[in-house]
């Protein structure tokens, strides 16, 4: 799977570079549209991407690709099951309170302090800093998402900059494409599930009239 599939812009690709691409790419595609088969995508593409980042010395990125595939398996009940007390009601898009936003915020940058820490105490990693805040953001998105709050697709907005950024460093030069499709998709995303929202709040409302 460490073999070159072809070489991009001077760089060589792997086939597990390529593998863990197509697998990502569908997985996001349905986080757009609200399909839940993204779920079990994820668990396989991260599982990949743990493998290729690892071997990058992305020792972040290959960390929070395990946590993305086991938080995956807990993802894909919050969208299957719902929440509270009656598990028919779906789980639907909604708004972050400011209070919720402020949280978010203080999260992401304790997490990227605790995980650019454990970067320069426990690997040889040369991105400490950078694969952190990417990390960081990473972790928050994720929780965002699986939570169907729309924040969540500002945050990959922000992480995915900065992964084009550390990834281009890294000469992973496919990945680098991909995360300049995930921002456009991240984009697709936040306007699709702005608009889905905006239509299902009057239906809401009529239907507690």
């Known amino acids: 799977m ?26 996001i595609a349905c986080n757009v549209l609200e399909i839940h088969w993204g779920w079990p995508l994820t668990v396989i593409a991260s599982g990949l991407y743990a493998w290729l980042f690892f071997a990058s ?33 779906r789980l639907a898009i909604r708004q972050l309170s400011r209070r919720g936003v402020g949280v978010t915020a203080l999260a992401w940058g304790m997490l990227w302090a605790v ?3 454990l ?9 400490v800093w950078a694969d952190g805040f990417v990390t960081a953001g990473s972790i928050v998105g994720t929780y965002l998402l699986a939570r169907k709050f729309i924040a969540n697709w500002p945050v990959w907005l922000i992480v995915n ?37 905006t239509v299902r709040l009057p239906a809401l409302v009529h239907a507690a009239d």
Request: charged share 10%; proline share 1%; net charge neutral.
């Open 161 to 197: 900059t900065a992964s084009i950024a550390l990834f281009a460093f890294k000469g992973l030069t496919l990945t680098v494409v991909l995360y300049a499709i995930f921002w456009g998709l991240a984009i697709w995303g936040w306007m699709g599930w702005n608009r889905r929202m």
């Open 115 to 117: 995980c650019a820490v």
């Open 57 to 89: 010395k992305l020792y972040g990125e290959a960390g929070v690709n395990v946590f993305f595939a086991v938080t995956a398996v807990w993802g894909w009940t919050q969208w299957l099951k719902g929440h509270g007390d009656n598990s028919e009601a």
């Open 119 to 127: 970067l320069r105490s426990i690997t040889d990693s040369d991105a």
């Open 2 to 27: 460490l073999d070159t599939a072809f070489t991009l812009l001077g760089t060589p690709v792997t086939w597990l570079e390529v593998l863990a691409f197509v697998l990502a790419l569908a997985n």
